[in-house]
C-alpha cells in the first residue's frame, strides 16, 4: 500500500537478487528471479501494398477511396477531403491531411437521425480502413486525420492503419463503445475544441475541452538519446493543445514497436507546443478477453512448459 524508491537499486546492482524482493515484497522480478522474455507481437507490413493495404476492404489513396479491388466507392459528398492543412508545430511542417469522415462513410448524410441514415455504409465488411498519400511536397508531411468518430457504426468495431501520421480528431469512439484500434507512424490527438485556423497563432490560442477517447493504438516514437528526451509514455499521444486543467480520457493500450519515419520531430519540454493534461488514462480490460479485440489486431502466442508425466 506504500509506494517504495528505487534509491538507485536497479538490475545492474550487486545486491539486486535479494534486496528487490525485500524492498517490494517479492513485486518487482528480472531473469535472475526465473522471469522469461514474453513474445513480441509481429505487426505486418504498413507500407503502402503491404500487408494491411492488401487486407483492407476500404482503401484510402491520396484522397481516393475505392474498396480491396480498386472499385471507387460512391460515398457521400466530403467523407474524404484531400486538401486539408494545418501546420504541426512539433514537427515544424505543413501537413497534407486526408481527412476521413467516420459519420459519412457509415452513410450519414446532413440531417439524418440517429440509427436512420439515408446512404450505404461504406465501413469496411472486415472492419479494416488502410489509408495513405505519397503526394505531399518536400517541405510537407502527409497525414491521416479521423473525424466524427464519437460513435464507429459497425458492430465488429473498426481498425485504420497507414503508414503516416494519424491525427484522432475529437471525442472517439464512445458511443456503444466497439473495439477500436490505430496503426500508425505516430499518434496524434486533436480536443473536440481544436481548430485548424489557430494552428500557428500562440498556444494559449489553442484551448481544447475535455475529450474521451476509446482505442487501441501501435505507433511509432522517436529514440531517447543523449541530451534528448523523447517525452516518455505521458507523451505517446501527441498532443498540440494547451491542456493545463482540462481532461485528456483514454481507455485503451499504447504499443510501440518501432521509431517514426516521418514525424520524427524532437519532443521539447522548452518552448512547449502544448502542456500536460488532466491524465485519465486506463487500459481497456475488454481486450483480456481476446474475444472482444480491434479487427486485424497482431496476437502472440507463448507456450511454457508446465510439466512432464508418463504413463
Not at 507481437?41 to 493495404?53: D, E, I, L, W
Not at 446512404?119 to 505519397?134: E, K, V
Request: proline share 7%; charged share 15%; net charge neutral.
Amino acid at each position: 500500500s506504500t509506494y517504495v524508491a528505487m534509491a538507485g537499486l536497479d538490475s545492474n546492482s550487486p545486491t539486486w537478487t535479494t534486496e528487490s524482493q525485500t524492498r517490494w515484497l517479492g513485486t518487482v522480478k528480472s531473469d535472475v528471479h526465473g522471469v522469461t522474455k514474453r513474445a513480441i507481437p509481429v505487426v505486418a507490413s504498413t507500407a503502402p501494398g503491404g500487408f494491411y493495404h492488401q487486407q483492407a476492404d476500404v482503401c484510402i489513396i491520396n484522397g481516393t477511396i475505392t474498396d480491396k479491388n480498386g472499385t471507387p466507392l460512391p460515398v457521400p459528398p466530403g467523407t474524404i477531403q484531400s486538401t486539408t492543412t494545418f501546420y504541426n508545430n512539433r514537427e515544424g511542417k505543413t501537413v497534407r491531411m486526408t481527412e476521413i469522415d467516420l459519420k459519412k462513410l457509415a452513410g450519414y448524410l446532413s440531417g439524418d437521425p440517429p440509427g436512420n441514415p439515408s446512404g450505404t455504409n461504406f465501413l469496411p465488411a472486415n472492419g479494416l480502413i488502410y489509408a495513405t498519400r505519397d503526394d505531399a511536397i518536400a517541405t510537407e508531411q502527409p497525414g491521416i486525420r479521423l473525424i466524427n468518430g464519437s460513435e464507429i457504426r459497425r458492430p465488429g468495431g473498426l481498425t485504420v492503419v497507414s503508414n503516416d501520421p494519424v491525427y484522432v480528431k475529437g471525442t472517439f469512439n464512445v458511443v456503444t463503445k466497439k473495439p477500436v484500434a490505430v496503426i500508425a507512424d505516430a499518434l496524434n490527438l486533436l480536443s473536440n475544441s481544436w481548430d485548424d485556423s489557430k494552428d500557428t497563432q500562440h498556444i494559449d490560442n489553442r484551448i481544447p475541452t475535455a475529450t474521451t477517447v476509446n482505442s487501441a493504438f501501435i505507433a511509432g516514437i522517436k529514440t531517447t538519446t543523449t541530451g534528448n528526451y523523447n517525452g516518455g509514455l505521458e507523451n505517446y499521444p501527441r498532443l498540440h493543445e494547451k491542456w493545463t486543467g482540462v481532461t485528456l480520457t483514454i481507455v485503451g493500450s499504447f504499443v510501440s514497436l518501432w521509431n517514426s519515419q516521418i514525424a520524427t520531430g524532437a519532443w521539447r519540454y522548452g518552448n512547449p507546443q502544448y502542456t500536460a493534461p488532466n491524465r485519465n488514462w486506463s487500459y481497456d480490460t475488454s481486450f483480456a478477453s481476446g474475444t472482444s479485440i480491434p479487427p486485424f489486431s497482431p496476437f502472440a502466442v507463448e507456450i511454457t512448459k508446465g510439466a512432464w508425466w508418463k504413463e
